[in-house]
């Protein structure tokens, strides 16, 4: 099994630009949550897809930013435009639904760092 | 706001010792789930304790949560420089339906065993 695939790993980029990551979750996964990690923030919560639909949207910052989640198997978050407090590690994580411990565990993504200049 | 809380921020030990990380969180739970993370990598899950379980092992690793009083410990026995990590609690929300909850973490706590 890869495991969870980001893309890309490192992104720079001047302000104004737009910005898409990708992720990739485990096969068979059913939920997927976008994470951002910060020194001052701690890690946060995006939103999260079940089934391919986002159920929580909340922890998205502002309307800069977006997800989508076309099919089972691929996810992107797009900020556009982007600005340099936007700089920080994204995480992607994936979940499945076998009972158990393993219905409760996130599985996470190497990250994208991205830098806004 | 956070819900999970690790204490301390930092730790420091020496190889063969053993390290204790704590985690208070504010709200009721399903589980506690501890995480460690390497630096520059994703974080990778250790171990999960329900809200019904007072203490679980794996390996090197102990964990206790004591409901009553909203927190949860990670002893890490006999370490190791490999053990060099951030480690975080995080919880999820008892919600409708009860189950299968977004998780909120902590802030981590930076552990490193010097050789």
């Known amino acids: 099994d890869a495991g969870v695939i980001q893309s890309p790993r490192h992104e720079v980029t001047e302000m104004g630009q737009e910005v898409t990551l990708r992720c990739k979750p485990i096969?068979?996964?059913?939920?997927l949550f976008w994470y951002r990690q910060t020194m001052m923030r701690g890690l946060e919560l995006l939103i999260y897809?079940?089934?391919?639909?986002?159920?929580?949207d909340s922890g998205m910052p502002e309307d800069r930013f977006s997800a989508k989640m076309p099919n089972a198997s691929f996810s992107t978050l797009k900020i556009q435009p982007s600005e340099p407090r936007d700089s920080a590690v994204y995480f992607c994580?994936?979940?499945?639904?076998?009972?158990?411990?393993?219905?409760?565990?996130?599985?996470f993504g190497p990250g994208t760092r991205l830098t806004v200049l | 706001s956070q819900q999970g809380e690790e204490d301390p921020q930092a730790l420091s030990i020496q190889e063969g010792e053993n390290a204790t990380m704590n985690c208070s969180y504010k709200?009721?739970?399903?589980?506690l789930q501890w995480y460690r993370q390497n630096s520059g990598r994703g974080l990778v899950h250790l171990i999960l304790?329900?809200?019904?379980?007072r203490e679980k092992h794996s390996g090197r690793l102990r964990v206790t949560l004591d409901t009553s009083k909203k927190s949860s410990s990670l002893l890490i026995t006999a370490s190791r420089a490999a053990d060099t990590a951030s480690y975080f609690c995080?919880?999820?929300?008892?919600?409708?339906?009860?189950?299968?909850?977004?998780?909120?973490f902590g802030k981590g706590t930076l552990l490193t065993v010097n050789p």
């Open positions: 994580a994936s979940r499945g639904t076998s009972g158990g411990v393993l219905a409760d565990t996130q599985y």
């Open positions: 096969s068979g996964h059913n939920s």
């Open positions: 897809f079940n089934n391919n639909v986002p159920i929580d």
């Open positions: 709200t009721s739970i399903n589980n």
């Open positions: 304790i329900r809200s019904n379980e």
């Open positions: 995080a919880t999820d929300g008892v919600g409708s339906g009860g189950s299968n909850y977004k998780l909120t």
